[in-house]
């Protein structure tokens, strides 16, 4: 419908009448709904209810007041909803919709004072050059560091090396858990819209989840602790933009458990979309960029770092280090294929030295529901977790570009991306997180050990209980 009212410049709906009127819902820092665009077709709620499992949102009333909405009619940032961002994918009306922030990045853009980095994460690379009509699957790297560099960023970052300070604490935190037999299985906790889910309907999992702050959020507070002390700028003077595939980072960015001092690790985050549209209101063409690097020394990233956009590959960027951390031996095949494809929970069994590594890797809140029953039940046989909470993982995130029911019926969209994303793995001089020389210096140079106390204290939060008002119950 959104590319047909496009395409015949329908700006405004001329029939006369009764029509609902309802109140925007802009609470939350991650979702806008407005329902008096909605059709009432229920494909958000049929994805929030049975593909993911949720149940934030379902239709109420009857006749002319048919409407949907949430329990009590609350706000989404008041009900269980985790913003995984699936039911954006899903409205063919834009009903519902990303909370935008793109003023807020050209306001800081214009202003001298400001430093702005931005930083994009592994998903994004392989989807944007969608929003400029390029196949499906398409690495725009190059492009995509192009056109950040002429909107005007002060520097140009790449979250994967931040997901390589993410494998080397949490490979450290599960072989301390592992040895000692504590909290087992540990959880991974890079998706802000598991870890929201386990706070709202399992809090009796919380121990599970590694303390582990999502990539993004770690690259913030290096960037405003090392990076502005190396360079002299004063954190306070730092804007830091994630470019993210995902609308539960919006949200993540704004809790109070990501701030160091008072200062908020990540100040912004933009989706592939929001990136897209500032291209384009800035009419950039995007199609004849040529290809530039990320700044250094930042930008140095691995494979391991991007593979963490498909669903197992965080658990197998993970288990190629825990093999030489524990073994002290090279790793020759790093393929670890029993992780990969598509199936909701996956699992497989490690060897590691002598010792044996059980692990489980689900995409979907649907299947995360069923592993987080065997957790709560103390039934699982697994040792180490890894949850993504959209369908195939970051590639499939609620920020990537929207694709009609046609398209997501002929052309497997997930499979595309997700082979773009290990071709990048593929081609990787270094393919294992605690290789990346840049990732090693900072530790030396300022961090100190992986798990120790600054480490801690930057890279590392908490989560807690938090309030849930299901429509089912
Ligand atoms: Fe965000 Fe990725 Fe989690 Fe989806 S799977 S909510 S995109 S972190």
Redesign the pocket.
Known sequence: MQELAIKFNVKNVEFQGETAKHEIDDKSPSIVRDFNKCILCRRCVATCKNVQNIGAIDCINRGFDSCISTTYDNSLNDVNC????QCIEACPTGALREREYIDDVWAKLKDPDTYVIAQTAP?VRVALGEEFGMEIGTNVTGKMVSGLKRLGFDKVFDTNTAADFTIMEEATEFLERFKNKEHLPMMTS?????VRFTETEYPENIPHLSSCK?PHQMFGAILKSYYAKKNDIAPEKIFVVSV??????KYESKREEMKIDGICDVDCVITTRELARMIKQANIEFTKLDDESFDHPMGEATGAGAIFGATGGVMEAALRTAYELITKEELKELNFEEVRGEKGVKKATIKIGDAEVKVAVA?GLGNARKVSEQIKNGEADYDFLEV???PG??I????QPIKSSKIRSEVDIRRKRSEAIYAIDEKSVIRKSHKNPIMQEIYKQYIGEPGGHKAHELLHTHYSEKEKYCIDE
């Not at 993210?244 to 980072?249: D, G, L, N, Q, V």
Request: hydrophobic letters at 35%.
């Open positions: 985790t913003f995984c961002g998903a890079c998706c802000p819209a598991w999502s993210m595939p995902c609308i539960a980072k995409h993504m909470a959209c993982g970051c499939m995130g609620g920020g």
